[in-house]
């Protein structure tokens, strides 16, 4: 399947990919992908697993194209991003982490080596506070500082209302600032 | 000082590490998908979602259509008048109208 197209709207590749086109299929992958594992990386925290559930997705549209169905004021990224969030889902689910125990603290305590053992470790409390948060909030968070989704938009691919949204960020950022607090 | 933790965890999870995709993922996506064939077969609740996108009825249109099959649907079930008038019958009705005049 080569690539054509690139001036192709995803609404009107979707179509052609519906009559079986593989050249508007492979004009899609490659426009998305990236997008599309970046939000799976956040979830998985694994290169290998994000690019199962970004593989697992489209081929999941190719095989059933009939699954993408144009409603109004529907985007395709709006949609494929639900999508992307529900395989990962169950892609956690079918491989749970060990839970986070709340007693274990996030912190550690001794001296930094230099300036990139703190970063290092910053980023690694980081993640695990992000892992433990509530799956929604997890979402949203995920949604508005890694995909750069207005709060708008956010709302509209969790299918939840703006001040939910909001409500579900505050939230989230209140248990990070409590548990990143030796990093702030 | 709140603010100052605020904009620091801002930028914490702005600069979040992100291990890059193998160069090929789209290629290998897009391969994988060319040995699989389409399933162009839909079932009957998409097909009659599609067809309702398809058409953008308003809402009181499939209130209408509901209730209008609803009446089709009763009107064929119920039984028809399994009592057809006896020939004794219509003749005491006629008299009874002949008495009249």
């Known amino acids: 399947m080569a690539t054509a197209w690139p001036e192709k709207d995803d609404h009107e590749l979707l179509a052609l990919i519906q009559d079986g086109n593989g050249q508007a299929f492979a004009t899609l992958v490659e426009r998305h992908t990236e997008r599309f594992y970046r939000l799976a990386y956040r979830y998985l925290q694994s290169k290998a697993g994000a690019e199962d559930v ?35 889902l169950d892609s956690q689910k079918r491989k749970r982490p060990v839970a986070l125990d709340e007693e274990i603290s996030l912190v550690d305590d001794r001296e930094p080596v230099d300036e990139t053992m703190m970063r290092i470790q910053e980023q690694k409390a980081l993640e695990k506070a992000i892992a433990a948060l509530p799956e ?49 | 000082m709140s603010d100052n933790r605020d904009e620091k965890l801002d930028e914490i999870l702005r600069s979040r590490r992100l291990e890059p995709a193998g160069p090929d993922l789209a ?19 998409q097909w009659i979602r599609q067809v309702c996108t398809e058409f ?14 609803f009446g089709v649907v009763i009107g064929f079930s119920t039984l028809p008048d399994i009592n057809p008038a006896t020939d004794d019958n219509v003749q005491s009705f006629l008299s009874a109208d002949e008495a009249l005049l």
């Open chain 1, 54 to 88: 970004v593989q697992d997705a489209f081929v999941k549209l190719w095989e059933n194209p009939a699954i993408w169905q144009l409603e109004r004021n529907s985007k395709f990224t709006t949609w494929f991003y639900r999508v992307v969030v529900n395989l990962c």
């Open chain 1, 136 to 184: 929604r909030q997890r979402t949203a968070l995920n949604l508005c500082f890694d995909e750069g989704m207005s709060n708008q938009e956010a709302a509209v691919v969790m299918g939840v209302k703006l001040k939910a949204l909001q409500s579900l960020i505050m939230r989230a950022k209140t248990t990070l600032k409590e548990r990143m607090k030796a990093y702030l």
């Open chain 2, 27 to 45: 290629q290998r996506i897009i391969l994988k998908a060319q040995a699989i064939p389409q399933n162009k077969t839909m079932p009957l609740w």
């Open chain 2, 56 to 69: 953008h009825l308003p809402k009181p249109a499939y209130v209408l259509a509901s209730a209008l099959i």
